[in-house]
């Protein structure tokens, strides 16, 4: 497998990672129930369609088009505060590279970052308040560690995707401070949060799109 990836290879990331989360509507909607209001699996389905959507249209083979059009049609989703933060996140990541961009490893995970910082320019939430922010902080540090240590572009999205998914379990011992969660105080602990699950199945499925390319 090469170790650059292009506009064929983002699509196919992108798809298995919005077929993963759309497939686990129900699931992240009862995590929400215990947390919030039971609408976060209806609200990232609705995000995960539209990047379907884009794809599904998109014939200009031209990343940075695509990402920036995904991020237009996710803020223009009624899926609530989901839809800036997702939107955002894909727009910061077609600023940050050029039109017709063959990434390799580390110009994915600039990329990525890039979109991350964007995300956050969205939302006042830290690391350790119980949101998504605790799956994106610790996968770009492994991204960016499996970058910078020379690994490989699969790898480095293995780590990225694993360190996503302990980021999102580790919310479970935590007592949300941000968002609607942050009403129930101390019941919230025992409780993984939603927006951080979701955001994990987002680095799963593409380090599994990239996998399976």
């Known amino acids: 497998m090469s170790d ?3 506009y064929d290879g983002v699509v196919r ?3 298995t990672a919005a077929e ?19 609408d976060h ?8 369609e539209a990047i379907i959507g884009v794809i599904a249209k998109d014939n200009s083979k031209n990343l ?3 990402l920036k059009d995904i991020g237009w049609a996710a803020m223009s989703t009624d899926a609530g505060s989901t839809s800036p933060l997702y939107g955002s996140f894909f727009m910061g990541m077609s600023e940050a590279i050029a039109d017709n ?11 990525m970052e890039a979109g ?6 969205n939302t006042k939430a830290e690391i350790g308040g119980k949101t998504m922010i605790d799956t994106l902080v610790p996968a770009m540090a492994a991204l960016r560690a499996a970058a910078d240590s020379g690994k490989n572009l699969g790898q480095t999205l293995a780590d990225g995707a694993d360190a996503a998914a302990k980021g999102a379990e580790s919310t479970k011992e935590m007592k949300a401070t941000f968002g609607r969660a942050k009403n129930i105080g101390e019941r919230s602990i025992g409780h993984v949060d939603p927006g951080a699950t979701s955001m ?10 990239y996998q399976n390319g």
């Open 4 to 6: 650059n990836v292009d």
């Open 13 to 15: 990331m992108l798809k």
């Open 20 to 38: 993963k989360i759309k497939a686990n509507r129900d699931y992240l909607s009862k995590l929400d129930s215990a947390t919030g209001d039971g």
């Open 41 to 48: 699996g209806t609200a990232v389905f609705k995000v995960a």
């Open 64 to 66: 940075k088009k695509l």
């Open 101 to 111: 961009a063959l990434l390799d490893c580390k110009t994915f995970v600039s990329m």
């Open 116 to 121: 991350v910082a964007k995300l956050r320019k």
């Open 200 to 209: 994990s199945f987002l680095f799963i499925g593409m380090k599994e799109g």
